[in-house]
């Protein structure tokens, strides 16, 4: 990399590789991105290497070794996408056309994006003779989109001394919000736990013909799937929304009323903090009968449940099932990912909050949990790693990128990706001083 290419152009130029490269999970072909990110990586004197389970799903680990055995900082990525229907999106998805100042394609914002800034950040802070206190650590990991233990959790399993550190950070938050007059940007700090069950309706089987002498488990499922429908649990406040609210609206009601005072300041807060307060439910599967004309003696409703972090599966089972009432059904779990959090008087919440304070004067950072699931618990849980999902949104509205998330026209502004990289670059420099290391 000559030195007329400015990091700007440095971090265009991978992400439109990276997002040339056709990484839907499943398959993933992940390899294909963690080569791609070797030979970068490799040109810039960056150490690195490859771990796989199976030949075509690689991870690659890059590392710049500390040279006074301070606090390790793991900047952790993933280089799978979802899927993408080319007919829905005015661009090819695969293009990585930069048009207007934004970067096209799939995974540019989840999270190709980060992929790229995070190399970029290790590459360059190489370049210019870095020396940590402690290791600096880029992971782009395969298969964080569907979980089938090709990605961190196998790395953490099978090669725990990659990916060990004791501060992290991940995808997850780092919007702009404008609430009440003043500009905040919100890290995750938490997640919660995606635990999804399976209600096995029973009933009796018949020819379609004659309804009466059957006992339809699809109809009896559907009174169990609006009950679902109404499901309004009570509310609890969480440490981390007591905080949002204190830090955003000056005090913190009752957890009944907190839903309203967010409300009343910016609807937007309220949308940040409505699905923080309580587990939540979602019908999104049903399977019963394979033929028209057959009553279904059995009917499948799969549910997608998120419980707050540190909410067990028998305490939620209890709340489910008081709302859907006595019936024939069996509740399943299924699984049972994520629900971690981490402390933030850490250095690396004083590095995420003095970037904010000085990238955006007056700005403040802001904890909250986010309320899917990312990589960050497999490290939270393995190693007691600091875990942290922050990568800075400023030009691109977060109502828009929460659109174009898993969807049609995905794309990244390129003021958000040097944003992202100058952030990254900050929390490397400052989390591997000596004193922040020893704080």
């Known amino acids: 990399m000559t030195a007329t290419v400015s990091l700007r152009d440095e971090l265009v130029d991978l992400l439109q590789r990276l997002i040339r490269l056709d990484t839907v999970n499943p398959p993933g072909n992940e390899t294909a991105a963690a080569e791609l990110l ?3 990586l490799g040109d810039n004197g960056v150490a690195c290497e490859l771990y796989a389970r199976v030949p075509e799903r690689a991870n690659l680990v890059a590392r710049i070794r500390g040279h006074a055995g301070g606090a390790r900082l793991l900047l952790l990525s993933h280089t799978d996408t979802v899927l993408a229907d080319a007919a829905e999106w005015q661009l090819d998805p695969w293009s990585g056309e930069l048009r207007d100042g934004e970067v096209w394609g799939r995974g540019a914002l989840d999270m190709k994006g980060q992929v790229a800034a995070s190399a970029v950040t290790i590459a360059s802070l190489a370049r210019e003779g870095f020396e940590p206190a402690g290791d600096l650590i880029f992971a782009a990991c395969a298969d964080e989109e569907v979980g089938a233990g090709f990605g961190l959790q196998w790395l953490c399993e099978e090669h725990p001394e990659t990916v060990e550190a004791e501060y992290s950070l991940n995808e997850g938050a780092g919007d702009r919000l404008e609430l009440g007059g003043r500009v905040f940007y919100v890290c995750g700090v938490a997640e919660k736990m995606s635990s999804p069950f399976r209600l096995r309706v029973h009933g009796r089987s018949g020819h379609a013909s004659m309804p009466a002498i059957a006992d339809n488990s699809l109809v009896k499922a559907a009174r169990l799937v609006q009950r679902l429908g109404a499901f309004a649990p009570e509310p609890r406040l969480e440490p981390e929304v007591v905080a949002f609210l204190e830090a955003v609206a000056g005090s913190v009601p009752d957890p009944s009323g907190a839903l309203e005072a967010a409300r009343a300041l910016d609807p937007l807060a309220a949308e940040v903090i409505e699905p923080l307060l309580a587990l939540t439910v979602s019908p999104t599967m049903i399977q019963a009968s394979h033929k028209r004309n057959v009553i279904p003696a059995v009917c499948d ?7 707050l972090p540190g909410q067990t599966q028998a305490e939620a089972e209890r709340i489910v099932r008081a709302q859907l009432g006595e019936d024939d059904y069996e509740l399943e779990w299924l ?19 003095s970037f904010v304070a000085d990238c955006e004067p007056g700005a403040t950072a802001v904890p909250v949990i986010v309320p899917g699931f990312t990589d960050s618990h497999w490290v939270r849980d ?17 109502e ?17 990706l040097e944003l992202g990289a100058r952030f990254l670059r900050h929390a490397a420099t400052s989390v591997g001083d000596p004193a922040a290391s020893n704080a």
């Open 382 to 398: 393995r190693f007691g790693t600091v875990a942290y999902g922050f990568f800075p949104l400023r030009a691109m509205e977060p």
């Open 335 to 353: 699984e049972a990912h994520g629900g971690t959090r981490s402390p933030l008087e850490t250095p690396l919440w004083e590095a995420v909050s």
């Open 400 to 416: 828009t990128a929460a659109r174009l998330i898993h969807s049609a026209d995905e794309r990244v502004r390129v003021d958000d």
């Open 301 to 307: 409703v799969t549910v997608d449940c998120r419980l």
């Open 38 to 40: 070797r030979e970068y």
